[in-house]
T-cell receptor, first 114, second 117 residues
Framework: DGGITQSPKYLFRKEGQNVTLSCEQN?????MYWYRQDPGQGLRLIYY???????QKGDIAEGYSVSREKKESFPLTVTSAQKNPTAFYLC?????????????FGQGTRLTVV | AQKVTQAQTEISVVEKEDVTLDCVYE???????LFWYKQPPSGELVFLIR??????QNEISGRYSWNFQKSTSSFNFTITASQVVDSAVYFC??????????????FGRGTSLIVHP
């Protein structure tokens, strides 16, 4: 079945470590997104990519990095520069950012700093 | 700039009650799109509906209905005869023509709906 797969579902990080969250889609979508969800904050955009080898910062990109080397993959690295990384991270994709189509979401990764 | 406001943080109802979730948006664009998503406890957001700014017709889908009013910049969502399975966090989202020529969805903070048996 087509969809978006995020892994791992739960991730624990020690302070000062970088960690990478995986996001893979087989929907043949051009656009992919990373959102962060905190209680009471809703979803906030970290990064998005409209096409392979291109990506743009969202509202809260500091302390994060991404790559888009393949159409189906959009990994997110949470670096040690991110001061408060504990959150629920959601990856999404859509046909493109030039259209009005809805986004499809993965099941999320819950990151906890220990 | 764009903004989506869901003023209701949490709503608690008893099964079979009707409930309305409010969504107010701000945009300077004349062409934009509005969405509602449901987030069950599993975490994955599920798309419910999309509406473009030129279509103000209300829509009904089973127990769900949506009321889009441009005059008040609102896109409210009503669940009729609520059920326990409706318990989830509901997000309203707006896509308008952001810089760079892209439609990037911006989400509200969500409304947590709890339906008691």
């Amino acid at each position: 079945d087509g969809g978006i797969t995020q892994s791992p579902k739960y991730l624990f990080r020690k302070e000062g470590q970088n960690v990478t969250l995986s996001c893979e889609q087989n929907l043949n979508h051009d656009a992919m997104y990373w959102y962060r969800q905190d209680p009471g904050q809703g979803l906030r955009l970290i990064y998005y990519s409209q096409i392979v080898n291109d990506f743009q910062k969202g509202d809260i990109a500091e302390g994060y990095s991404v790559s888009r080397e393949k159409k189906e993959s959009f990994p997110l690295t949470v670096t040690s520069a991110q001061k408060n990384p504990t959150a629920f991270y959601l990856c999404a994709s859509s046909i493109g950012t030039g259209s009005n189509t809805e986004a499809f979401f993965g099941q999320g990764t819950r990151l906890t700093v220990v | 700039a764009q903004k989506v406001t869901q003023a209701q943080t949490e709503i608690s109802v008893v099964e079979k009650e009707d409930v309305t979730l409010d969504c107010v948006y701000e945009t300077r664009d004349t062409t934009y799109y509005l969405f509602w998503y449901k987030q069950p406890p599993s975490g994955e957001l599920v798309f419910l509906i999309r509406r473009n700014s030129f279509d103000e017709q209300n829509e009904i889908s089973g127990r769900y209905s949506w009321n889009f009013q441009k005059s008040t910049s609102s896109f409210n969502f009503t669940i009729t005869a609520s059920q326990v399975v409706d318990s989830a966090v509901y997000f309203c989202a707006l896509s308008d023509f952001a810089s760079g020529g892209s439609y990037i969805p911006t989400f509200g903070r969500g409304t947590s709906l709890i339906v008691h048996p």
